[in-house]
C-alpha cells in the first residue's frame, strides 16, 4: 500500500479478498453549502482519466451559456485520448442545452422532463457499462425537488454491474442517498471571499 495511506479501522468479514474489496465500486456524494463539491469530483473524474477510465460528466442545473473551466480541460483531454491514445475517453452532457444525445437544444424544454430524461439515459449507460466513471454534477437537485425518485436512483445505483464508479454532487443531499454511498463528504464553509462583498472571480470560480 502506498505510503500515507491509512489502513482500514477494521476487516470486514465478507468472503471477499484485500484485492477483490479493493476493487469494489464507489458510490460518492459530495454535499453541504461549502464551495467546492464540483471541483472535488472533477478532481476525482481526473484521476480517473489518467487511469485510462472512461469518463461521462453529467450537469443537471448549470445553464448551457455558463462556460465551466474544468469542462475545456476535459473536452481537450478526450482530444488526446483520441489522437495519441492517452488517459480515457471523455464525454460531456449539460441539461441546459438540450442533453447531447438528443436533438433538441436550448433551455426552454420542461426542466423537469429534461432532468428525468438525464437520469433515464444514465440508468441505461449504467446498465450497459458505458462508462468507467460517473459525475452527476448537482443531481441532488433534481432528487430534492422530485423531478427525479429518489428510490429508483438508489436501487438502479445499488444493482449497477461490473466497476463503474458514480460521483454525485450538489447540496441537501436525500438520505437514501447518502445511506446507500461508500464515500460522503459535507462541505463546510469556514470563510468565503464574497462574505466580504468580493465577486467571484477567474480562475477560482470558473
Known amino acids: 500500500m502506498p505510503k500515507g495511506v491509512p489502513l482500514p479501522d477494521s476487516v470486514p468479514d465478507d468472503g471477499l479478498t484485500t484485492r477483490q474489496r479493493r476493487n469494489l465500486p464507489v458510490l460518492a456524494v459530495h454535499t453541504g453549502e461549502g464551495k467546492g463539491k464540483?471541483?472535488?469530483?472533477?478532481?476525482m473524474a481526473l484521476r480517473a482519466w489518467n487511469q485510462g477510465f472512461d469518463v461521462g460528466v453529467f450537469q443537471f442545473v448549470k445553464s448551457a451559456k455558463w462556460k465551466v473551466g474544468e469542462e475545456a480541460a476535459f473536452r481537450t483531454l478526450g482530444q488526446l485520448h483520441?489522437?495519441?491514445?492517452?488517459?480515457?475517453?471523455?464525454?460531456?452532457?449539460?441539461?441546459?442545452?438540450?442533453?447531447?444525445?438528443?436533438?433538441?437544444?436550448?433551455?426552454?424544454?420542461?426542466?423537469a422532463a429534461a432532468a428525468a430524461e438525464g437520469w433515464q439515459e444514465?440508468?441505461?449507460?449504467?446498465e450497459t457499462q458505458a462508462h468507467r466513471f460517473y459525475v452527476l454534477d448537482e443531481f441532488t437537485y433534481p432528487l430534492k425537488w422530485g423531478w427525479v425518485d429518489?428510490?429508483?436512483?438508489?436501487?438502479t445505483l445499488r444493482d449497477r454491474p461490473g466497476n463503474q464508479h458514480v460521483v454525485i454532487t450538489g447540496r441537501d443531499a436525500p438520505q437514501a442517498l447518502i445511506d446507500a454511498a461508500d464515500l460522503v463528504t459535507g462541505m463546510t464553509k469556514v470563510k468565503h471571499p464574497m462574505d466580504a462583498g468580493r465577486k467571484g472571480q477567474r480562475g477560482i470560480e470558473w
Open 38 to 43: 464540483s471541483t472535488a469530483a472533477f478532481g
Open 82 to 111: 483520441t489522437e495519441n491514445g492517452v488517459g480515457g475517453a471523455v464525454e460531456w452532457h449539460k441539461m441546459g442545452e438540450g442533453w447531447s444525445w438528443t436533438r433538441k437544444k436550448g433551455s426552454d424544454d420542461d426542466h
Open 122 to 126: 444514465i440508468a441505461r449507460r449504467l
Open 150 to 155: 429518489v428510490a429508483d436512483v438508489v436501487r
